[in-house]
């Protein structure tokens, strides 16, 4: 085996943990499938050498990679981090034909996924949030790949947490929708069953996932009869943006218990669906949302 098979070998080692690193970032398998690659060649580049700690080296360059990405992102327009309620893991961990590794990193992946929406943050607000509050990087080590000090990249992960913390809004696109939403849930809040008809479509349809399984609801007094049942003044209401759309988390204590996804149309809410089940909102609400 040559030194350059071995420094690759060393490499792959490391590629599951670069790629969620820049997964968490970028928002995007395939970008960060990129800057994994691109970490790779400049270490190809540079060689095994004097690098002491390949880990921690590595994550130094992927962070870098991943910040120049997320400027260049800005320039151009970004693009939210999406919660894909169809496409998480079902199956109990521990079954045959599932990697504990690979759902883990799944789970963990859309769990800051649910209640990030990513321009909120800038670049340099989102990597030092990333690698120190998820990945326990040090914030000197962190300072190193933002060019800062490490009093200002400290300042950076507690901006990005509050923001984050407070459920500042979606992008623009969204307001109009946000808005209707909003009449929705203060209409359920209060068991106002003529505020509810007001903001729902006439044909609007209700899924929901919990335990029993999927349950489907169609039709605007159906549906409102459903969402008086979110008339408790413990529930909170996080925006959140989900499978693309303007979405909200409802909280009660501080514990997930439902995840909503609105589609609206024409100052209506027409479709509506619902993930209650515990298990798989476990899966999906990081520690710190409440």
């Not at 459920?167 to 106002?192: K, P, Y």
């Amino acid at each position: 085996m040559t030194d350059q098979d071995g420094l690759a070998a060393e490499f792959e080692t490391h590629r599951p943990y670069l790629h969620t690193i820049a997964f968490r970032m970028l928002g995007s398998h395939a970008d960060a499938d990129d800057a994994v690659q691109e970490a790779w060649l400049r270490l190809a580049r540079t060689g095994r050498g004097d690098i002491d700690e390949l880990r921690g080296w590595l994550t130094t360059v992927t962070g870098r990679i991943c910040l120049d990405a997320l400027r260049r992102r800005g320039v151009r327009g970004e693009q939210p981090l999406e919660l894909h309620i169809g496409a998480l893991p079902s199956g109990i961990p521990g079954d045959a034909g599932v990697d504990p590794e690979e759902e883990a990193v799944l789970a963990d992946s859309v769990g800051l996924a649910l209640y990030v929406v990513m321009d909120a943050l800038t670049p340099a607000e989102r990597v030092s949030f990333v690698l120190h509050d998820v990945f326990d990087v040090p914030f000197d080590a962190i300072a190193a790949v933002l060019g800062r000090s490490t009093a200002a990249t400290k300042m950076l992960a507690s901006r990005a947490r509050g923001r984050l913390r407070s459920g500042t809004s979606a992008s623009d696109s969204h307001a109009a929708a946000r808005e209707v939403i909003d009449a929705f849930l203060a209409a359920a809040g209060r068991g106002d069953v003529a505020g509810l008809l007001d903001a729902l479509a006439p044909e609007v349809e209700l899924r929901t996932e919990g335990r029993g399984g999927l349950a489907v609801v169609r039709g605007a007094r159906e549906v409102a009869a459903q969402a008086t049942r979110f008339a408790n003044p413990d529930a909170v209401a996080h925006p959140a943006l989900v499978d693309g759309v303007p979405g909200v988390l409802i909280t009660i204590g501080g514990r997930p218990v439902t995840v909503l996804a609105f589609t609206v149309a024409d100052g209506a809410v027409t479709a509506i669906r619902g993930l209650t089940s515990p298990a798989r909102l476990g899966q999906i609400v990081p520690s710190w949302v409440a």
